[in-house]
């Protein structure tokens, strides 16, 4: 449960790190007010906010289906190792 909260919250922060690095890189101080205006965070906030609802949907369409059981990865008997994956839980 903590990796897609984790996954939306760095979708979420991409924009402004971007943001920051162009300023790092462009030398206009990255800590100056002037530097990050009400438009332009809003502006990065909407951007942000359209790759969390993105994420969202990529993770309801690609991710594991509802109810399904996780088996993580684990060495079989033979020493082999077995690559974890989801199976439909058994009714």
């Given at each position: 449960?903590?990796?897609?909260?984790?996954?939306?919250?760095?979708?979420f922060l991409i924009p402004f790190l971007l943001y920051g690095l162009f300023l790092l890189a462009t030398r206009r101080g990255l800590l100056h007010p002037e530097s990050w205006?009400?438009?332009?965070?809003?502006?990065?906030?909407?951007?942000?906010?359209?790759?969390?609802?993105?994420?969202?949907?990529?993770?309801?369409?690609?991710?594991?289906?509802?109810?399904?059981?996780?088996?993580?990865?684990?060495?079989?008997?033979?020493?082999?190792?077995?690559?974890?994956?989801?199976?439909?839980?058994?009714?």
């Open positions: 449960m903590i990796r897609p909260v984790f996954t939306e919250l760095a979708l205006p009400l438009s332009r965070v809003a502006s990065l906030a909407i951007v942000a906010a359209l790759l969390v609802i993105g994420g969202f949907a990529g993770l309801a369409s690609f991710g594991s289906p509802p109810g399904s059981i996780y088996i993580p990865a684990h060495v079989d008997k033979n020493g082999k190792l077995v690559p974890g994956k989801t199976v439909p839980r058994p009714q």
